[in-house]
């Protein structure tokens, strides 16, 4: 059935759901309706979808008793008379959609199509002119879903070339750091707390030459030869390293693991993902750093990744497992999702606050399971 161009929906902290079926069902102009709270929101999603060559126009809705409510409804459906539409009955409390639904039947008859957008099950239903269902299209961008959060892209590390090409190069060491990260766990604390006393940030300079507590053998002495030949550091075969650079210090300090995700993120191809992604509150000065976000069918999962040792201090722990999935929640809305990735191994007690929290963990051994993790997330 072809849909009306001209949609109204009623501002929300979840702009989502009002966002996906203006951009898949092509809507030509969508009329947003805002409460005293929604105001900001409103705001977000018009700018969502101003982005996406969609007009947009805010008009206040007065919620605050039954009279009111039932007044601003029939403002609304006067203003717009007998055209054809298509309201978004998801966002808003029930007394708003029920009035609203009543005022704008009087007028448009069998041209008013009722819809809700079901995100937990991937679903546009109709109520009106006719009962229906119809499966939800993968539409979001990145973009959108910051855009309609609230959010902007300040920066993101994956458009810059040289860091792709510096990337590509050291593909195949990060590969064997990340799949082998089970056997190379304690190793890569070492060389995490060397290339961090290398940097010496923020005191400086750059102090490159370090000690080793031990002489490496086996495969941590692989992983010292692969990173010679790559140019990365030199090392003497016995318990002195040197950062050939700031970067190869970063890389060793974390960077790695960002960068294994990338990689990853390649061979599968969801629809958008972004490594390095700094993003900034709109009206805020406020900002936040995301070592990965990824989005496939309108979810967002962002990936912290993270190669020092947890367990040291619990409120620590606690703290950060709460940001992620507070991060997750801001940004991604109800249908966002976190994901911590640490090299090194964590106790139970971590991973019960993750779960508690909703977020994901893949730690040391489970690390060369990001595919199949992410194969499953795709396919949700």
């Not at 947890?310 to 497992?321: C, L, N, P, Q």
């Amino acid at each position: 059935m072809n849909r009306p161009s001209l949609h109204v929906c009623i501002a929300t902290g979840q702009n989502l759901a009002n966002l996906i079926p203006a951009i898949q069902l092509q809507a030509r102009e969508v009329v947003i309706l805002e409460t005293s709270e929604m105001r900001a929101s409103a705001e977000n999603l018009k700018a969502a979808l101003k982005s996406r060559g969609i007009a947009a126009r805010r008009l206040s809705f007065d919620d605050a008793t039954p009279e009111a409510i039932v007044h601003s409804a029939q403002q609304v459906a006067l203003e717009l008379g007998e055209l054809p539409l298509v309201f978004n009955a998801t966002g808003g409390h029930k007394l708003m959609t029920l009035a609203l639904t009543d005022e704008l039947q009087d007028l448009a008859g069998d041209n008013l199509h009722l819809l809700y957008c079901e995100t937990r099950h991937d679903r546009l239903d109709w109520l009106k002119p006719t009962p229906a269902m119809e499966n939800m299209a993968d539409v979001l961008r990145l973009e959108d879903v910051l855009f309609a959060q609230g959010f902007r892209i300040q920066t993101r590390g994956d458009r810059d070339v040289q860091w792709m090409t510096d990337a590509d190069a050291r593909a195949s060491l990060t590969r064997t750091m990340g799949d082998g990260a089970d056997k190379l766990a304690r190793f890569f604390g070492t060389l995490n707390a060397l290339a961090d006393k290398a940097l010496n940030e923020p005191e400086g300079p750059f102090r490159a030459r370090q000690e080793l507590p031990f002489a490496p053998g086996g495969r941590n002495a692989d992983l010292l030869r692969d990173a010679q030949k790559l140019g990365l550091l030199a090392w003497d075969n016995d318990t002195e390293i040197v950062f050939s650079h700031t970067d190869a210090a970063r890389y060793f300090r974390g960077a790695w693991l960002e960068e294994y995700v990338w990689i990853k993120l390649r061979g599968l191809r969801p629809a958008e993902s972004a490594i390095n992604l700094k993003i900034e509150t709109v009206g805020a000065k406020t900002d936040n750093e995301l070592d990965a976000a990824i989005v496939h069918r309108n979810r967002l999962l962002i990936v912290e990744c993270k190669t020092k040792r947890f367990g040291r201090d619990a409120g620590k722990d606690s703290d950060h497992i709460y940001k992620l999935a507070q991060l997750a929640r801001q940004v991604g809305g109800l249908m966002g999702r976190g994901l911590l990735l640490s090299a090194r191994p964590v106790d139970e007690n971590l991973r019960k606050r993750a779960r508690d929290n909703q977020v994901d963990l893949l730690a040391a051994e489970e690390v060369n399971k990001l595919v199949d993790y992410l194969k499953h997330w795709m396919g949700k």
